[in-house]
């Protein structure tokens, strides 16, 4: 079965640094989510990456595939209060339904 | 949340009893997960279902069975609850692919907090 592994597991960055969240699978990644939870809620999709080298931005938030590395990145710049939470990635398994295998988390917290 | 509502949010219950968790939703989407959230383990597919009475086993599916009798409605039922089976519970949905495209993003709830006693 496909793992994934996410570092790093928690990160504390001052407000207005930058920071990269990575994400490292154990097989050939076919697509690539990643979420954002916050406490006591559900998770938020963030972006969807299906091919390699492919780079999304939404805001200030933007996730990177590479395909031969089997790995995923996820950057935030200038990070905002706002963007404390978990980030969990998650792969895609193939098949006609989306059972995805998910990483285990980055919970990153931004001071003031 | 995408039109999702679990039900209940929060349920204590004593180890023997059964327990079913409901997750409805209004988006008429075909695909629904159920997933269960544990620290150190992550998000774990329990059963999902690929249309109605169409269901399959994930991979954490022991002790735990489902029903989709109607296409909004995934029922998830613990028949005889275990401490092992404290956890947050997560339902999910999704929409086929595109024809030669990647599958489409879930759709979380809010999730469930069950504690067994």
């Known amino acids: 079965s496909q793992e994934l592994e996410q570092s790093p597991q928690s990160l504390i960055v001052q407000e207005g640094k930058n920071l990269t969240i990575n994400c490292t699978s154990s097989?050939?990644?076919?697509?690539l989510y990643w979420y954002k939870q916050k406490y006591g809620e559900g998770l938020i999709f963030l972006m969807m990456l299906q091919k390699g080298g492919e780079e999304k931005s939404h805001e200030k938030i933007t996730a990177k595939l590479d395909e031969k590395k089997q790995q995923s990145s996820l950057h935030i710049t200038a990070s905002q209060p706002s963007h404390a939470g978990i980030y969990l990635c998650?792969?895609?398994?193939?098949?006609?339904?989306?059972?995805?295998?998910f990483g285990t988390g980055t919970r990153l917290q931004v001071t003031l | 949340d995408a039109g999702i509502t679990q039900s209940p949010r929060h349920k204590v219950t004593e180890t023997g009893t059964p327990v079913t968790l409901r997750c409805h939703q209004t988006?008429?989407?075909?695909?629904m997960y159920w997933y269960r959230q544990d620290p150190g383990h992550g998000l774990r597919l329990i059963h999902y279902?690929?249309?109605?009475?169409?269901?399959d086993k994930g991979e954490v599916s022991d002790g735990y069975s489902v029903s989709r009798s109607k296409t909004e409605d995934f029922l998830l039922t613990l028949e005889s609850a275990t401490s092992s089976q404290t956890s947050v519970y997560f339902c999910?949905?999704?929409?086929?692919?595109?024809?030669?495209?990647?599958?489409?993003?879930?759709?979380f709830g809010n999730g469930t907090r069950l504690t067994v006693t």
């Open positions: 999910a949905i999704s929409e086929p692919a595109i024809p030669s495209s990647y599958n489409s993003p879930l759709h």
């Open positions: 998650g792969a895609d398994g193939r098949g006609t339904a989306s059972k995805l295998t």
């Open positions: 279902s690929y249309g109605v009475k169409d269901t």
């Open positions: 097989k050939t990644l076919y697509g």
């Open positions: 988006e008429n989407h075909r695909y």
